[in-house]
């Protein structure tokens, strides 16, 4: 079993849509990661989250630390938005998901 | 500001062959991790420095691996001697104290080993 599962693994929308991908996690953590990674290959933080939601431009994150549950919500979704999100997060240990790979279509 | 320098960008290598990567972490970062990514295997931690001090190296795959973190300003993953399993891209990431800050990814490192 994995200890963050993120879902689906793979989403394609609309430009325009409003996007959510989940996360999952099953051990204590004191922080959530959300990490984009582009065709590129380059990888950037967006969030890291210990309670509540932050906002960022189009991105807002979210976590229920008791339901061990993070969203990742993307409104007004652009071609450019097409990269795979990775939820992570750390504790006693670091734990990542496998990935939401998302595209956007014009 | 400059971000995360990571040098190579692209290693070919034969196996058997000692490989060195190197990390440079923005400047006034104390917490610097190495990760490496597969396709089979996503993301994973192989360690991080605190104070550049190794504080959890439990993802280090096998004694093949080091890593040091001779002073704030510089970082070497060393593979030694490197196989074909060891083919992936290894990242380097830097933030403020602990696992608990943003993390800020250089490119990368992309690693063959024929």
């Known amino acids: 079993k994995n200890e963050v599962e993120q879902s689906p693994q793979n989403l394609t929308a609309q430009e325009g849509e409003f996007i959510t991908i989940n996360c999952s996690y099953s051990?204590?953590?004191?922080?959530l990661h959300w990490l984009q990674q582009h065709p590129g290959g380059g990888i950037v933080s967006l969030f890291m989250?210990?309670?509540g939601k932050k906002k960022h431009g189009r991105l807002i994150a979210t976590i229920n630390i008791q339901e061990k549950h993070s969203s990742l919500h993307i409104t007004a979704s652009h071609p450019r938005d097409s990269a795979v999100y990775i939820c992570a997060v750390t504790g006693n240990q670091f734990y990542f998901g496998t990935g939401t790979s998302l595209t956007v279509i014009p | 500001d400059a971000g995360v320098i990571q040098s190579p960008r692209h290693e070919v290598t034969e196996m058997g062959q000692e490989v060195t990567l190197r990390c440079k972490p923005i400047?006034?970062?104390?917490?610097l991790f190495w990760y490496r990514q597969t396709m089979m295997r996503g993301l994973e931690l192989l360690i991080y420095f605190n104070n550049n001090v190794p504080i959890d190296d439990s993802g280090m795959p096998e004694d093949r691996f080091s890593a040091k973190m001779p002073n704030a300003s510089f970082s070497t993953l060393k593979i030694q001697p490197s196989e074909p399993r060891d083919s992936a891209v290894y990242f380097c990431?830097?933030?403020?104290?602990?696992?608990?800050?943003?993390?800020?990814f250089g490119d990368g490192t992309r690693l063959s080993i024929l």
């Open positions: 989250l210990s309670s």
């Open positions: 990431a830097s933030s403020l104290q602990g696992g608990n800050q943003p993390q800020h």
């Open positions: 400047s006034g970062h104390n917490s």
């Open positions: 051990v204590g953590i004191s922080a």
